[in-house]
DNA sequence: ACACAATTGTAGCAATGACTACAATTCTGG
DNA sequence: CCAGAATTGTAGTCATTGCTACAATTGTGT
């Protein structure tokens, strides 16, 4: 079973981890898109990754199996209550490491991209002095 | 190409961007190993990543074409010049990293195993800023 | 309503990174 | 020196993520 926890040890990261990162950047891109669209269609999860939509199709079946989302044949794209909470806690997660690099004077481009790449990489330890040192207690 | 440095928009990391990861944790563990045992072998390297030495095999021989090291069968593992000047600046950026978390007040393991996943996808910018921060000057 | 555009799905390929199983080479102890 | 252990290489498999090319469905405008 994949697990979104960090290793107990270094230089143990395996292939579960990355497709742990995927379904994670996939829920939260759900989410956002659903709030900022209405709906959710392949086609906007493509262009958001800059992908092709059949990589998106995969991504999708792989997190429907999962129970993370729900989607029919040329139908949009809904969270389940599994995906949403997963989302959500991305989210807040994401949220988090922005800010942090913000409050340490980075400008908020390079804060993004950096937020984005980081954020699966945060341990909870990690991310609590984060939040406590940009001020979200 | 693949390139090192992060991408100009969120969103938009690819397999390439993975690929040059695992060349950066393989120059770098390679150059820790021949410093600690005085030959890189492949079973170091299956050690360290934990993994089996058909994969180390395989991505050596990915590394070799790519002129990062050199090998020929059944002997050890040397760096090109590329590819220690490569590693020296891993090492480099692992160090800052692993510091400026240490200088938060984040425990010694946890700061070794979030530095090993975050150390990737630190911008020049905030690796400025951690250096900084982490008072290394 | 119906043709055409847009969207989505399917088939099949490549690269990466993981594995097991087995073959080859090198190293080591008697 | 030479048998067995350790190491390394090779073959073949699988999953993930990327693609192009083509098929199917849905949506739209006249």
Redesign the pocket.
Known sequence: M?KTVANSKPHQ????D??????EDYVEAVAEIIAEEG????????AR??????????????LQKAGLLV???????TLTRKGGRLAAQCRQRHEIVYRFLLSLGIDEATAAIDAEGIEHHVSPATLKKFQELAGME
Chains 1, 2 share one sequence.
């Open positions: 994949p990261r395996t292939r579960s990355h497709a742990s990162e995927t379904a709906t959710c269609r392949v086609k906007h999860l493509a990754f800059a992908v092709s939509h059949v990589t998106v199709n995969r991504i999708v079946d792989r989607t029919q044949p040329y139908q949009p794209i």
